[in-house]
């Protein structure tokens, strides 16, 4: 039984202190909260206790897909063409050229 699981069943029980057990566990009370939370509300299911992905839902700085589409067509239709005749013909700014080679496999 994991660290998160055995806090949990304990908290659970009638005569639970959560703070208390949350100095006794040695996390937040922010932390032992959030946990007893996901576990009631996914039906008392042990997979909630896992770490949640921290990664952002979106990338406001990404490229809109219509300019990296473009970016990466003029690749295909001329190799030859480096970043500066990429940039040119796309309209777009150095970085966002290179972030498109990038992410599409395209050296520069």
Same mark, same amino acid.
């Given at each position: 039984?994991?660290? &998160? *699981? %055995?806090?949990?069943?304990?908290?659970?029980? %009638?005569?639970?202190?959560?703070? %208390?057990?949350? #100095? &006794?566990?040695?996390?937040? !009370?922010?932390?032992?909260?959030? /946990?007893?939370?996901?576990?009631?509300?996914?039906?008392?299911? #042990?997979?909630?206790?896992?770490?949640?992905?921290?990664?952002?839902?979106?990338? !406001?700085?990404?490229?809109?897909?219509?300019?990296?589409?473009?970016?990466?067509?003029?690749?295909? *239709?001329?190799?030859? /063409?480096? #970043?500066? *005749?990429?940039l040119? #013909?796309?309209?777009?700014?150095p970085?966002?050229?290179?972030?498109?080679?990038?992410?599409?496999?395209?050296p520069?």
């Open positions: 039984m994991s660290l &998160r *699981q %055995e806090f949990v069943m304990l908290a659970l029980a %009638e005569s639970a202190n959560v703070r %208390e057990l949350c #100095r &006794r566990f040695g996390i937040s !009370p922010k932390t032992g909260y959030k /946990w007893l939370a996901r576990f009631r509300s996914s039906g008392c299911d #042990r997979a909630s206790l896992v770490d949640h992905s921290r990664r952002p839902l979106s990338s !406001p700085r990404l490229s809109p897909a219509h300019v990296q589409d473009a970016v990466v067509q003029l690749r295909q *239709q001329h190799p030859t /063409w480096g #970043r500066t *005749q990429a040119a #013909r796309a309209a777009g700014c970085p966002t050229v290179r972030c498109a080679q990038r992410r599409h496999a395209h520069a």
